[in-house]
């Protein structure tokens, strides 16, 4: 399942993903489309661990999205069509040539970030004639640069991934804390620690999505302390609590992924 990342609050948008072709698995989490008719639409992003590269068809332009820490809000106050790709971090490095700790705006022009080198790419998405054409252009690119991340940060996040708390990572890792610390930030753009909470919380996130849990058994399943720790970090990060997302995921189709 694809991390939730953001929630439509107000308003309404049509949504469509796509799976990534099976050789792009550890570089690209998903491809996605967003259409906004009726603005203003008001949406909160949630934390992920993930980058995006947001297409903005009508104005054939594109930006790189920052990593996020904390939950966001955010207005579309006009229509728009987005086409979008949500990379696995490291991936984004070495695709974009620029580590992540560089990124300090919440939004970065593509154009400006290449020197111009994506502008071809840019302009051949937003005059593609359909979705379907978008995707193979997208994937077109990413097979050619499948990247290189450094082992140490493969196999920090493989633990992470796993449950594994941070002191066991970095041994995992082959790296001393102060080094992990560095290569994070360089790779994921976060410290290890702040990408742990977030793996932590998506999963339980996760576990909500397909049914009613009991809350107490879900904490205890995805990691936390306790119950109250867990709805703490799920309200820090989503805006919501265990129960009000649940609720949310039984109610609206308007939630979605981007």
Do not use: C
Not at 10 to 34: C, F, M
Not at 142 to 155: I, K, N, W
Not at 176 to 201: A, C, D, N, Q
């Amino acid at each position: 399942m694809t991390p939730l990342s953001i929630v439509i609050l107000e308003g309404s948008a049509k949504t469509q993903s796509w799976s990534p072709d099976p050789r792009l698995e550890d570089r690209v989490i998903s491809l996605w489309a967003l259409e906004v008719k009726h603005a203003p639409v008001r949406f909160r992003t949630v934390p992920d661990g993930q980058i995006d590269l947001i297409f903005n068809l009508d104005s054939a332009s594109a930006h790189v999205t920052a990593p996020v820490r904390e939950t966001r809000e955010f207005v579309h106050d006009r229509p728009v069509r987005l086409f979008g790709a949500s990379l696995a971090s490291p991936y984004a490095v070495e695709l974009l040539g620029h580590p992540l700790n560089n990124f300090g705006a919440e939004w970065t022009d593509l154009s400006v970030l290449t020197s111009g080198a994506a502008d071809d790419w840019i302009s051949a998405v937003a005059m593609a004639p359909n979705a379907a054409a978008r995707v193979a252009l997208a994937e077109a690119v990413f097979l050619a640069r499948p990247g290189a991340t450094d082992p140490r940060v493969t196999r920090a996040l493989g633990e992470l991934g796993k449950g594994s708390p941070v002191t066991r990572t970095g041994k995992a890792s082959g790296a001393s804390e102060r080094t992990l610390g560095r290569l994070f930030h360089h790779w994921v753009g976060m410290p290890p620690k702040t990408f742990s909470r977030i793996l932590r919380v998506q999963n339980a996130v996760a576990h909500l999505r397909t049914g009613p849990v009991p809350l107490k058994q879900l904490a205890a399943d995805a990691g936390f302390a306790d119950q109250a720790h867990m709805n703490r970090e799920i309200l820090a990060m989503t805006g919501m609590t265990p129960g009000e997302l649940a609720d949310l995921f039984k109610a609206s189709a308007d939630l979605f992924k981007i």
